[in-house]
């Protein structure tokens, strides 16, 4: 790989060649465009409540449990630790790691099952499209425009986080094959072109496979930590068994809380190691000369090489059944989404519950609209909001434990 002075590869993201934002500003004498693209994100309303939404387990079960907050973070870090080994712009990376969750709502994917059913009269829910609406119409900040008027870059990685949407052709594909694209997807595709049939950049891609790598460490750990499976659970595991002996070999008698530690550590590195070699590899092969080249190839060019992509789902695999799908968290989260349908039913008919600049947006609209805005307003929830909220039009409490 050709590394200029700068550290940046001739295939890295350029923010002086960055395809612009779609209300033009004047360049910052201090920043990239991609930093003020981080900037935005980390001063927005909904990357502060990222603070108290659910990664798997909800707010009140405990201090040292990940949230959407502090697995941002994390990916953030491993984004930016794989952007600067492949001499990428750190900062797109980053931007992309700080605002990919932003269209969660509480309580996770059983918040976006429930939104999902309830707006299926508007077109669904989709936290992919959500993000995109969230930093291009639903931030209210700025004088001169909705959302956060990011960077084409930016918002090109955001809405392809799991690769290209469509065909050349436009006919949606992956995901998408049968249902279509999303209805905030479609929308904003009117009024910009994303290139929504191409892969998106190198940093883009950085961030989404930093996403998986952080979802399998800090799972097992939190997993670990919550009793759902023990240390020799994960002896089993393929590509996590070997760690295990590597750590019992050469640390005999370890207990087992650094253990986890270690072995969480150790995962990330394994990790990031792979995707390095594995990246450089298809870089090698692909010759890039700018960042384009990195669009228009043929597969994902950030990527697990194949035996560790193997390791990785095994990993999932296991993770699955054993926390995801455990009793007690599909308990917490069955009563979760019912949370979330319950508010939504309410607001929908007593829209003088919410707040005033919502009650004007609602007022304006057909009933198509109402549904998307009362979607838009428990989407923009943290957990504890949204709890608080049950208890002041609600009699009876969720069991969320």
Not at 203 to 225: K, T
Request: aromatic residues 6%; negative net charge.
């Amino acid at each position: 790989m050709a590394i200029d002075a700068r550290g940046r590869a001739p295939y890295a993201s350029d923010p002086a060649r960055s395809r612009g934002r779609l209300v033009v500003e004047p360049p910052s004498p201090s920043r990239s465009d991609f930093r003020r693209d981080c900037d935005r994100i980390i001063h927005s309303t909904a990357f502060r409540r990222l603070k108290y939404k659910t990664q798997v387990f909800v707010f009140h079960e405990g201090d040292h449990y990940r949230t959407r907050l502090t697995h941002t973070l994390e990916v953030q870090q491993i984004a930016r630790s794989i952007a600067r080994a492949l001499g990428l712009d750190e900062d797109l990376a980053e931007a992309l790691a700080l605002a990919h969750d932003l269209g969660h709502p509480p309580f996770g994917h059983a918040g976006e099952r429930a939104l999902d059913e309830c707006l299926a009269g508007a077109g669904g829910f989709d936290h992919n499209a959500q993000t995109l609406r969230v930093v291009t119409s639903l931030e209210r900040r700025y004088a001169q425009f909705d959302g956060l008027n990011l960077t084409w870059e930016t918002l090109e990685g955001l809405v392809k986080h799991n690769g290209p949407l469509t065909d050349r052709a436009g006919k949606p594909v992956g995901r998408y094959a049968d249902t279509g694209l999303p209805e905030g997807i479609r929308d904003h595709a009117a009024v910009q072109d994303l290139q929504l049939w191409s892969f998106a950049s190198a940093e883009a891609q950085a961030a989404a496979i930093a996403d998986d790598i952080a979802y399998d460490a800090h799972d097992i750990d939190d997993g670990l930590r919550a009793g759902l499976f023990g240390l020799d659970d994960l002896a089993e595991v393929p590509l996590l068994g070997g760690i295990l002996r590597e750590i019992r070999a050469a640390h005999g008698g370890l207990d087992a809380v650094r253990t986890a530690h270690e072995l969480v550590r150790r995962v990330i590195t394994w990790l990031i190691e792979d995707v390095v070699a594995e990246s450089g590899r298809r870089i090698a092969a692909l010759a890039p000369a700018k960042a384009d080249d990195i669009r228009l190839a043929a597969g994902a060019v950030v990527a697990f090489s194949p035996a560790m992509a193997e390791a990785e789902q095994g990993i999932k695999g296991f993770l699955y059944p054993r926390m995801y799908r455990h009793e007690r968290v599909m308990r917490v989260m069955n009563a979760a989404q019912g949370v979330v349908r319950d508010l939504f039913r309410h607001y929908l008919a007593h829209s003088s519950d919410m707040p005033e600049e919502w009650q004007d947006d609602m007022r304006r609209t057909d009933e198509r609209g109402r549904i998307r805005q009362t979607g838009d307003f428990i989407a923009g929830m943290t957990d504890r909001f949204a709890l608080a909220e049950h208890a002041r039009h609600f009699q009876t409490p969720p069991e969320l434990r």
